[in-house]
């Protein structure tokens, strides 16, 4: 499974932006697909997720982001509005084969290049 994330820029406290991740080279329908982000300094962290089971996200984005997919376009979706200073970071798409969601980056197989996501205030 490849995996491409786009979408990423520099947006101002308040605004939005929407991230998409296609997906090619597998059934996507059975993948879960969980979005995560990387801070200079940090480690890679859960944001959101989306699966079979249904959908996950972490509490600082909750409200905020939506996560959702398009089986028939192969690809995931972040809609990211009121976004603040402390969302800025590289933010990555992940799949795994599976119904079921995860946190853990360890958990997911396949991963996007990750793409640019900056807030300024």
């Known amino acids: 499974v490849q995996l491409q994330a786009s979408g990423g820029g520099l947006v101002q406290a308040g605004g939005s932006l929407r991230l998409s991740c296609a997906a090619s080279?597998?059934?996507?329908?059975?993948?879960?697909m969980g979005w995560f982000r990387q801070a200079p300094g940090k480690e890679r962290g859960f944001v959101a997720a989306i699966a079979a089971a249904g959908t996950r996200y972490t509490e600082s984005v909750k409200g905020r982001f939506t996560i959702s997919r398009d089986n028939a376009k192969n690809t995931v979706y972040l809609q990211m509005n009121s976004l603040k200073g402390e969302d800025t970071a590289v933010y990555y798409c992940?799949?795994?084969?599976?119904?079921?969601?995860?946190?853990?980056?360890?958990?997911?197989?396949?991963w996007g290049q990750g793409t640019q996501v900056t807030v300024s205030s």
């Open positions: 080279g597998g059934t996507f329908s059975n993948l879960a």
């Open positions: 992940a799949a795994r084969p599976s119904r079921w969601i995860a946190n853990a980056p360890d958990d997911y197989n396949y």
